[in-house]
């Protein structure tokens, strides 16, 4: 079946260092991928999306491209703050949103002043 | 932008009652909606997807008699956790989707802790 594999935390980081967060996945035909994130004591909000091979799923500074011959969506944003605090997901549908997420175990991220 | 209440945010119930969950979709019509289950420092698991009209499909290993699901109209799918035992307590998140909203996205609401002690 579907899964998702990624990078285990917790990864703590200062103020405008650079942030790569790895995520593999396994899946049969061609999924979309997504970054959510979980702010402290809030739901999931999606972050980025990619559909399609090449793709490259950006916003708020972060950005993932996906690598069909890697089976991989790293997540990368090259100056953290401390607002980005949280914990993020990665996760793969089959068929888009009306098909369910396999979520890979989530990271949480720590930025220090 | 889409957005998926649920309610209540939080709630303690004694172990053997039963606890009703609602989620609700504000500005949009879900035709599919899905429960999902976060434990303590772990991913989200899903519990079952819901599509208005029709019978819940349940993730194996999942009881279908314990958590009852819902979804009577094209805006509320309820969860009920019949009989709670303290190893029900979690937190408990939908997403709702529909077919006219931006493709491939699901729109997650709040989330609920149950606590049953």
């Known amino acids: 079946g579907n899964s998702v594999t990624q990078m285990e935390g917790p990864v703590t980081l200062s103020e405008e260092a650079f942030l790569t967060i790895n995520c593999t996945y396994t899946a049969t035909g061609y999924p979309s991928l997504f970054w959510y994130v979980q702010y402290p004591g809030e739901g999931l909000q999606l972050l980025l999306k990619a559909t399609k091979a090449d793709d490259k799923g950006s916003n708020k500074g972060f950005e993932a491209t996906y690598r069909k011959e890697t089976t991989s969506f790293h997540l990368e944003k090259g100056s953290v703050q401390v607002s980005d605090s949280a914990v993020y997901f990665c996760?793969?549908?089959?068929?888009?949103?009306?098909?369910?997420?396999?979520f890979g175990k989530g990271t949480k991220l720590t930025v220090n002043p | 932008g889409a957005v998926v209440s649920q309610h209540p945010s939080r709630v303690i119930c004694k172990s053997g009652t039963s606890v009703k969950i609602e989620c609700r979709s504000l500005?949009?019509?879900?035709?599919?909606m899905f429960w999902y289950r976060q434990f303590p420092k772990q991913s989200l698991m899903l519990m079952a997807t819901?599509?208005?009209?029709?019978?819940?499909?349940?993730e194996q290993g999942v009881e279908k008699d314990k958590f009852l699901i819902n979804h009577a109209s094209l805006t509320l799918s309820t969860l009920t956790v019949t009989s709670a035992h303290p190893e029900d307590s979690s937190f408990y998140i939908c997403s709702a989707y529909e077919p006219g909203l931006p493709s491939y996205e699901q729109y997650f609401g709040p989330g609920t802790r149950l606590t049953v002690t």
């Open positions: 500005d949009f019509q879900a035709t599919t």
């Open positions: 819901s599509n208005e009209g029709s019978k819940a499909t349940y």
């Open positions: 996760a793969l549908s089959s068929q888009g949103g009306s098909e369910k997420l396999v």
